[in-house]
């Protein structure tokens, strides 16, 4: 199993950057994909970027050029480098871990967007 632990929320002005950070229990190597989601009032919970134990990244149309999602092995932690912010990026963010089948989730950050 995994602990996964996120961090790195706030309150920032439209057109502002973040950086949340997913710490994880275990090596991350070891995790065969580990996603942001985020999930808005009243909204679905939706992916927004994941990286594979292999390094393949993939990204939420919405997303796409203003976040970024990077890793540092030897902190065993994830980072959503998130940037141009705008207030329909409010949301919880939550770190999810796969780990043979088997989906793990931390316990939320939010993120706050002004106008």
């Known amino acids: 199993q995994v602990q996964l632990v996120e961090s790195g929320g706030g309150l920032v002005q439209t057109g502002g950057s973040l950086r949340l950070s997913c710490a994880a229990s275990?090596?991350?190597?070891?995790?065969?994909?580990i996603g942001w989601y985020r999930q808005a009032p009243g909204k679905q919970r939706d992916l927004v970027a994941a990286?594979?134990?292999?390094?393949?990244?993939n990204y939420a149309d919405s997303v796409m050029g203003r976040f970024t999602i990077s890793r540092d092995n030897t902190k065993n932690t994830v980072y959503l480098q998130m940037t141009s912010l705008n207030p329909e990026d409010t949301a919880v963010y939550y770190c999810?871990?796969?780990?043979?089948?088997?989906?793990?989730w931390g316990q939320g950050t939010q993120v706050t967007v002004s106008s």
């Open positions: 999810l871990g796969r780990l043979n089948n088997y989906n793990y």
């Open positions: 275990r090596s991350i190597f070891s995790i065969d994909f």
């Open positions: 990286i594979t134990s292999g390094g393949s990244t």
